[in-house]
């Protein structure tokens, strides 16, 4: 049976790696943030930002 310090030291590690795995994930989340906020204000908010959208087809040329 381990002793009580490994335990706490053992729970402190994982604890430890839950917390960078939180934070790795947060940053993903913000990234995803600013590309959201950044496609919300174009035209085509479906157009990736700095895109140049197309010209619309002309019917009369066809």
């Keep these: 049976m381990p002793a009580a310090s490994e335990t706490v030291e053992a729970w402190s590690e994982l604890l430890q ?12 989340l913000a990234a995803l943030h600013a590309d959201l906020d950044a496609r919300a204000r174009t ?3 479906l157009r990736p930002v700095g895109q140049a959208a197309e ?8």
Excluded: F, S, V, Y
Aim: contains cysteine.
């Design 43 to 45: 035209a085509c908010p």
């Design 17 to 28: 790696d839950k917390i960078r795995i939180i934070d790795a994930r947060m940053a993903q």
């Design 55 to 62: 010209p619309p087809a002309n019917p009369a040329t066809g």
